[in-house]
Structure formats: structure tokens, C-alpha cells
């Protein structure tokens, strides 16, 4: 038989994990593996966290190995995994607030000029590595849908994720959740209702980068080395937007945004290192920033949402940490340069 998530279990395998044969939770290193990036991807999608998603996939493991003795076979393993996964999850969410971006607070843009307003207690929304994740529905890892779950209540989250992105049937849901059909349905009504007020559609899902917009990224790493402010606002669209966690500020129009690297940021000419990378299936880069020794320290990383041959969106994360995470460099030397033969590429 084939279940909702794709998976094929034969009746076989299923009477062999009811019989207490052999199954996939004989061997758990590599029951680990096979399922690790796949439930890091729905973690994140139900957390908006990197780093919580981490943990919440090493809980799910732990509590499924303590459970593995009384698993029955009524379902495939990795359909078990998910509930024990989605269970976790909600557990996590319960009495936490959503996880923004600073656009979704409901504050206005801003000015370049303006003073820049950070906060560290708020529970900022996260990018994650490609590397990380399975990203085969590249759709349901953007920010912008990333962003838009956050504004769902936890429960409508789950539903949404089990139903549009792992296509488990209503009834199947239910059990997962311990609710009933009809509330799965209206949960599902409610939680496309929410989206829909969102605008998220297909049109904000980018397909692979054609040549044009390679040339593009390329431009753009040579714009921020030289900080050449010109060139930076001709690659960005005319009302494109920027933002950059922990701070609240967010600004639209490639006019201000110009104005603001060219204000507010530190750098120089030859100061801004940028290190490429994909996050949220997204080209992404770590940019750096000369100190006064002389070599290059993490600033931020930058997730761009391309729209043709310009740059529609920028989320510039303030947080050093993820430097790690994507597997980017802990410094860059003083005479890195763009054309240099170790200047690293991802």
C-alpha cells in the first residue's frame, strides 16, 4: 500500500513490525539518518527556528527510541516519526508567541535616517540551511511562507503543514492530533482563510536562478566589496524592501535602502566580504566586516528573494550565530578578496 506522505509500505513489512520482526527501529543510527533532514524541515516550518528545530528533532528521536518497543506497524515508521514530531512541536509552542520578521510587526517603513531601534526580546523568525533540510517543495521553506505560518495559532499550523505539505488525509490528521475529522477540516478552512490574507501565493515562490540572475548575484557580492551605493540601489527593484533582525526598523524603496548601507553601515570600500550560501531554498550570503586588525569577522547574513534580474526582498540577520550553522568561515583573512584562489564558495 502507499500511504498519504508518499511513502510505500508493503503488508509484509507492516505484519513484520506488528510480529516484532525486523524493522527500521532495529537499526537507529541509520533510521537517524534517513529521516533527519525531512523531520528538520517540518520542525522548522512548525517552529521558525533553526536552532529549536535542532532540539525538537533530537526529542523526537529520543521519545520514539523509549517508544520503539510498543510501536505496532498500524502506520509506516516515518508516518509514526511525524506524529511523534508534531506532537513535540506543539508541546514546544505552547505559551510562545509567534516568531516575526520586522515587517510583521504592523509597524510602518521607515527612513534611512531614522534611529535604528533593536530589540532582543523578541523571539526572531530564523533561516535555515538548504543543507540542513529537504527542500524538494521549495515552496513550503521560503521566508515569505515561513512567515505567513507564524501568523497561524499553533494547532491551524499543524494542520495546514500535515495536510498541504506532507498530503496526510483529514482522517489521518485527526489521529495524529487526537481531534476529530470535521475539526481538521475547519482548522485547514481557517488556516488557507488566514494565508489568503497574507497574499502568500505561487507568485512568491522562485524557481531556480537562471543564468541572468547568477550574473545578477555576482553583481551584487561585487557592489557591497567596492560599497559602491550606486550600483547596490540599481540591483534592487524600485520598491523593493529590506529588513534586519533584532532591529524593528524596516524599510521599502531602493532609494532608502541605498541610503541606509551607505549611512548606517559600518563598512567601507573593500571592508564588506560577502560569502555566498542558500537558505530557505534562497540565495543567501555572509556578509563580513574588516576590524581593525585587519581581517574579517561575521556582520550578518543576507537572504535575497529575487524577482527577474532585480533583488525584490533582503532579510539581513544580525545574528552571528548562524555563520556556524550555515557552515560559513569564523573569520576571512586581511587579504581576502572576491578573486581569491581560497576565497570560499558554497
Known amino acids: 500500500m502507499t500511504t498519504t506522505t508518499g511513502e510505500t509500505v508493503t503488508t509484509d513489512q507492516t505484519q513484520q513490525g506488528a510480529a516484532g520482526q525486523t524493522t527500521e527501529l532495529d537499526d537507529f543510527d541509520q533510521l537517524t539518518a534517513r529521516y533527519q533532514r525531512e523531520l528538520m524541515a517540518h520542525c522548522y516550518r512548525m517552529s521558525g527556528s533553526v536552532h529549536e528545530a535542532e532540539d525538537l ?24 516519526l511525524y506524529r511523534i514530531a508534531t506532537n513535540v512541536c506543539l508541546t514546544n509552542l505552547e505559551g510562545k508567541p509567534r516568531r516575526p520578521l520586522p515587517a510583521g510587526l ?6 534611512a535616517g531614522d534611529a535604528l531601534e533593536e530589540n532582543h ?5 530564523e533561516p535555515v540551511p538548504d543543507a540542513a533540510v529537504v527542500v524538494a517543495e521549495r515552496d513550503t ?16 499550523r499543524a494542520v495546514l503543514v500535515l495536510r498541504d505539505v506532507l498530503r496526510w488525509s483529514a482522517k489521518e490528521t485527526a489521529e495524529a492530533l487526537d481531534t476529530t475529522v470535521p475539526a481538521v477540516n475547519s482548522a485547514l478552512q481557517r488556516a488557507h482563510a488566514q494565508l489568503g490574507e497574507k497574499a502568500l501565493t505561487e507568485d512568491t515562490v522562485v524557481e531556480d536562478l537562471d543564468e541572468r540572475q547568477q550574473r545578477l548575484l555576482d553583481r551584487y557580492l561585487a557592489a557591497f566589496w567596492a560599497k559602491d551605493i550606486d550600483s547596490i540601489v540599481g540591483l534592487l527593484k524600485a520598491d523593493a524592501t529590506w529588513d534586519m533582525p533584532p532591529f524593528t526598523n524596516w524599510y521599502k524603496g531602493s532609494t532608502t535602502i541605498g541610503e541606509l548601507i551607505g549611512t548606517k553601515c559600518p563598512g567601507g570600500v573593500h571592508d564588506m566580504p560577502m560569502v555566498a ?14 576590524m581593525p586588525a585587519g ?15 532585480k533583488v525584490r526582498h533582503v532579510t539581513a540577520f544580525f545574528d552571528p550565530r548562524l555563520f556556524a550553522t550555515f557552515g560559513l568561515p569564523a573569520t576571512l583573512p586581511a587579504g581576502w578578496t572576491p578573486e581569491s584562489p581560497s576565497a570560499p564558495h558554497a
Open 106 to 111: 504592523g509597524t510602518s517603513d521607515q527612513m
Open 277 to 290: 550560501t542558500v537558505a530557505n531554498g534562497q540565495p543567501a550570503f555572509g556578509l563580513y566586516m574588516r
Open 121 to 125: 526580546e523578541i523571539a526572531w523568525l
Open 57 to 80: 528533532v533530537q526529542e523526537t528521536f529520543l521519545r520514539a527510541w523509549k517508544a520503539s518497543a510498543s510501536f505496532q506497524g498500524r502506520s509506516s515508521v516515518r508516518t509514526w
Open 295 to 309: 581581517h574579517f569577522e561575521p556582520f550578518h547574513l543576507q537572504v535575497l528573494h529575487l524577482e527577474g534580474e
Open 141 to 156: 521553506l521560503r521566508l515569505a511562507f515561513i512567515a505567513a505560518l507564524q501568523h497561524l495559532p499553533a494547532r491551524q
